[in-house]
């Protein structure tokens, strides 16, 4: 059990000054509470596994410092660091059985049999493997083995923290909805912190409390998914999070009032009456789009209506951008072809500079 | 119905006729000299087991099939561990692991009576570096007239030859195990020879159950190389059953016995394939 800071940055440039553009992650000082459930959300090659590897120890940070409740890690390898790591593919050793699998990072560590025993069938019933610890593991289904390779990591109770990449890959639909269900039990009981390494926001956002986004080798917002939703830092956050994503609008202030090219679209919030920038864009979700009644919001034109099942997605066309919009209700909506009036101008519209949220958001 | 019954013997006919002539044919033909004295084309008596019999009772051969069981399981019993051993100290990736794999591959590309050249040439006490080196140390390597010397050298060409055929495929066997495997053993705290013992080793089942197989049959029958580099002597010492077989069908020209011990030779093989296969089976269904 342990609280992990990051204060790092790692290229795997071998450069003596390597640019920029070489580091997998920039610069970054991170804090994993004790017992938290924490999620690095982000697209591939964002970084998110090197840091993973980093905290396992499977790589040394080219610069800065790992540490465990205060004590310095990083040059310690994997075994010495009280890590537990789930991968992507589940990893079992074949000849074992299930039981033998989850009693082995114990034997490796010379630990007296009656306390290896209780613990495993403390961690077997846990994940629910109590009734299988005799079956062979090879021939186990793919949700079965990934549940073994989590027993591992948890059958240590000295384990720091659990790290997951990507775990449910592999795992049917249904049986990724029951695992994740399992996995925040294990949380709840056994208080462990885990870290769990992702592209998919579905599964970030039902897992976490805390969720890391990341893109390029840094760190854009850590926030609960409700922040991460509402008040997205970053543009690229916005466009990430939430499918589909934010909406952006290029937009400029001109005399307080607030214009898409030549077309006014409403009265500028305080927050941006005096900006003058060209790198300005509003941000709403499609969530949060209104559809206007008439004289009020801007006119804009219905292109497409779809059904999403609960819900629909409309597609608008705002001064030649397309902006999708939200709704429950599909009655009194025009046919496609036909003027919408919408408001993009509400309490969850925000305001981006250079694709980084001016603060304060955009209350209105 | 019947239509397509017929169509289907278009089909078949082919395999039929091709399989006639290089299996059934010629298999027929041993069977007919095994079981026939055959003294001219036009005269022939029909002897039924005679000459099994008399092969059965032939010491020689006994002696050759012993030397023969010796021969395969030694080469098995240091080939196997010997290629599994240089497949694990392989490079995983990079240049030089390229240059090992066509290094290790060379032997495999000889002809098989120029590898009985060159070990002849290499153990020779007064030209070969092997014997010469050896004798200089003050060991005389004598493998034309000392047996044991004999099948010193039998056996280290052979070793030489096919260690790498077993290198080869293991090494492909670990190559096909993914780096995660590694990675999570690392974390368990295993160390080397858990990781060995518990993730190589049975990832390499099939594949070396593939080389035994491989390695007995191509022992079991082995005939060139020896005979290029002893010629099966000294005496009889490294005489193996290939070799007393060409012996006496085209030495002695017993067709009769030779061809009874073909089809002994042949089940022979079969038998000891069937029961390594099933061993194998079962020893990695135990563990």
Redesign the interface.
Same mark, same amino acid.
């Given at each position: 059990m342990a609280k992990i800071e990051l204060k790092l940055a790692h290229t795997y440039s071998t450069a003596a000054n390597p640019s920029p553009d070489d580091y997998a992650l920039v610069q970054l000082d991170l804090t994993f509470e004790q017992g938290g459930a924490y999620a690095l959300l982000g697209p591939s090659g964002c970084g998110k596994s090197t840091m993973l590897n980093i905290i $396992?120890g499977?790589l040394r940070p080219s610069q800065g410092r790992v540490l465990f409740d205060g004590r310095d890690v990083t040059l310690l390898?994997? $075994?010495e660091r009280n890590? /537990? !790591?789930v991968? !992507? #593919?589940p990893?079992v050793?074949?000849?074992?059985t299930v039981g033998q699998n989850l009693a #082995?990072?114990l034997r490796? &560590?010379r630990i007296e049999q009656r306390k290896i025993d209780a613990r495993v069938s403390l961690i077997a019933e846990i994940l629910g493997l109590s009734s299988d610890l005799n079956l062979i593991a /090879?021939n186990l289904p793919a949700d079965m083995k990934q549940k073994i $390779?989590l027993g &591992?990591?948890l059958v240590r109770d000295d384990v720091a923290a659990v790290l997951l990449d990507e775990p449910l890959t592999v795992i049917d639909p249904l049986l990724k909805w029951q695992l994740r269900q399992k996995l925040k039990e294990v949380h709840r009981e056994l208080n462990v912190t885990l870290v769990y390494v992702t592209h998919d926001q579905v599964e970030a956002m039902s897992f976490a409390d805390k969720v890391i986004v990341m893109s390029h080798g840094k760190i854009l917002q850590v926030g609960t998914p409700e922040e991460l939703f509402e008040d997205p830092h970053h543009t690229f956050v916005g466009t990430f999070v939430g499918s589909p994503g934010m909406n952006f609008v290029e937009v400029q202030v001109r005399g307080g009032e607030l214009f898409k090219g030549d077309n006014p679209i409403g009265t500028a919030p305080d927050l941006v009456k005096r900006e003058t920038s060209s790198a300005l864009k509003l941000g709403v979700r499609p969530e949060h789009v209104a559809i206007a009644a008439d004289q009020t919001g801007v006119e804009a034109k219905l292109k497409r209506i779809q059904s999403l099942g609960g819900y629909y997605l409309l597609t608008v066309d705002l001064y030649g951008q397309e902006v999708f919009v939200r709704t429950d209700r599909p009655d009194h909506l025009p046919e496609p072809g036909a003027p919408l009036r919408i408001d993009v101008l509400g309490p969850y519209t925000r305001f981006f500079k250079n694709d980084i949220k001016l603060p304060f958001g955009g209350h209105l | 119905m019947k239509r397509t019954f017929e169509a289907g013997w278009f089909f078949i006919i082919p395999v039929i006729v091709c399989v006639s002539f290089t299996a059934i044919l010629p298999l027929m033909t041993v069977v007919n000299y095994s079981i026939q004295d055959i003294i001219s084309p036009e005269r022939r008596v029909f002897v039924g087991t005679e000459w099994f019999r008399s092969i059965i009772m032939d010491q020689e051969l006994r002696a050759a099939f012993v030397r023969q069981l010796l021969f395969s399981t030694a080469t098995l019993c240091i080939e196997v561990p010997l290629g599994i051993g240089v497949a694990l100290c392989m490079p995983r990736r990079g240049a030089f692991s390229s240059a090992a794999l066509v290094l290790l591959a060379m032997p495999l590309l000889i002809p098989w009576n120029v590898v009985g050249t060159i070990w002849q040439l290499y153990s020779r006490p007064d030209i070969g570096l092997l014997g010469h080196a050896l004798s200089l140390i003050g060991f005389d390597f004598e493998y034309a007239r000392n047996p044991l010397h004999a099948w010193v050298a039998v056996l280290l060409m052979d070793i030489w030859h096919w260690t790498p055929l077993i290198a080869l495929l293991c090494y492909t066997g670990l190559q096909s195990i993914p780096e995660q495997y590694y990675l999570a053993a690392e974390i368990d705290g295993a160390g080397k020879f858990d990781i060995f013992r518990y993730i190589q080793l049975p990832k390499l089942r099939s594949v070396l159950s593939i080389a035994v197989l491989l390695r007995f049959m191509d022992s079991f029958v082995i005939y060139t190389e020896p005979f290029v580099l002893t010629g099966g002597g000294p005496g009889n010492s490294t005489t193996f059953l290939s070799q007393y077989l060409s012996q006496l069908a085209l030495g002695q020209f017993d067709v009769g016995p030779a061809a009874a011990f073909s089809i002994i030779y042949f089940l022979i093989i079969l038998l000891i394939s069937f029961i390594l296969y099933n061993w194998m089976r079962t020893l990695s269904a135990a563990t």
């Open positions: $396992s499977l390898k994997p $075994s890590i /537990a !790591q991968f !992507q #593919f990893v050793y074949d000849t074992m #082995f990072p490796t &560590r /090879a $390779s &591992r990591g | -």
